[in-house]
């Protein structure tokens, strides 16, 4: 296998609330027979039914049972981004879960659910800088 990701799926109860939050936050996507695909750098974020998905997957549905060990991040080029951010979410309709704060790292973070429960991490990290794209390359975390 690559060491890559294409897309990452996420499972949510009403598509046309979920598609909303993300456009809200200034995200576009095109829906296609019940899924909607957004372009994220160089992979793709999907929203589709929670059912399908695991069906698809060979699992049995089932309701959010609390946090499923997955984040996803977004790192921006600012503090006062994180805190904007936050704001367009709050607005959005999702809930904020850590405010933002320097955390136990050194770094201007802060968390929140989308409104199917999908965690996402906001962070400004000048340790992993941004690219003018918006990609990131790790450092060499040895010589750190």
């Not at 993300?22 to 160089?42: K, M, P, S």
């Not at 979410?89 to 704060?101: F, L, M, Q, S």
């Not at 400004?124 to 750190?144: K, M, Q, R, V």
């Amino acid at each position: 296998m690559e060491q890559r990701i294409t897309l990452v799926t996420l499972g949510v109860s009403d598509l046309a609330r979920a598609k909303g939050f993300y456009e809200a936050l200034g995200w576009r996507g095109q829906e296609v027979e019940e899924t909607v695909f957004f372009q994220a750098g160089g992979l793709g974020l999907v929203l589709w039914s929670r059912d399908k998905l695991a069906e698809d997957c060979g699992l049995e549905p089932g309701a959010p049972a609390g946090f499923g060990g997955i984040a996803l991040a977004h790192n921006v080029r600012s503090e006062a981004e994180v805190d904007a951010l936050l704001a367009a979410v709050e607005g959005a309709g999702g809930t904020i879960t850590k405010p933002a704060a320097i955390n136990a790292i050194g770094f201007y973070s802060s968390a929140f659910v989308d409104p199917d429960g999908h965690a996402w991490e906001i962070a400004h990290n000048p340790g992993i800088p941004l690219a003018e794209d918006g990609s990131i390359t790790l450092p060499d975390f040895g010589s750190l």
